[in-house]
């Protein structure tokens, strides 16, 4: 691919192009999805082994500090500018999507900050990365681990539910809007291993052969398949992660 070409297809002159391949500039945040997934790469590709374990470190950390108490924060490393505010941490984790349990940490975080969250703004923005399905399904699963959490605890104090159940309605709103009820799908029945097969899915996770997705969508939930993902990680996932950061203990 030439320079041309691939500067077309950022949406950007060949100069300015030229200018951020000499290290004098820098690539938006869309830009470098779209890099991605012109070259079917992840993030960790990218990027040396060190600055990849560093990314992690601070997005842990991050994670911890905006509710997901059940995940070790590391004093040393302080999250960038960029991850202090709660959206742009859920855009990471999730654009890059290989990290399973930061992702079920998401849950926690996005019902201790549902009320900072503008989750139609959020919806649009994913829209513009393909990966509107993989933002519905995490809602949708922290959604199930809200009901979950209060239906195992009947005995909750009307405090203690407050963050559970604003959650549960922010959440319930938005998975009934127009924008995500048109790819929301029946799950309907599994692919018959038989039978020649090929399916539209947004995989967590990276590239896998043709039989092995086949096995991870066999094997993803109900909520994943509704919308379209295949994924290894279970709504129970979500479930234990909301428990473990003790959501209606210490907040």
Known sequence: MTQAEL????????????VVERGEGSFSAEQFVEILRVFNVTVG?????????????????ALSRLGAAHLAEDARVLPSDQLTEVEAVLREVLIAGDLPR????????LILNVERLNLTK?????????????LAWVIDSSLEAVRAVLASLPGLSRKAAIP????????????????????SRDPGPPPDPAK???????????????????????????VA???GVATTIQTEDFVEAVRAAGVTVTH
């Open 7 to 18: 500067s077309k297809r950022l949406g950007m002159s060949q100069g300015l192009f030229s």
């Open 45 to 61: 590709d990218l990027v040396g082994e060190t600055e990849a374990a560093g990314a992690e470190a601070s997005l842990q950390s």
């Open 102 to 109: 930061q992702i079920t940490a998401l849950a926690p975080v």
């Open 122 to 134: 959020l919806w649009v923005e994913f829209q513009g990365y393909g990966l509107e399905r993989r």
């Open 164 to 183: 559970l159940k604003k959650a549960e309605l922010a959440f319930d709103l938005f998975l009934r809007r127009e924008g995500p009820k048109r790819i």
């Open 196 to 222: 020649e097969w090929t399916i539209d899915v947004d995989l967590i996770g990276g590239e896998v052969s043709e039989k092995t997705l086949r096995e991870i969508v066999l094997g993803s939930s109900d």
């Open 225 to 227: 398949r509704r919308w």
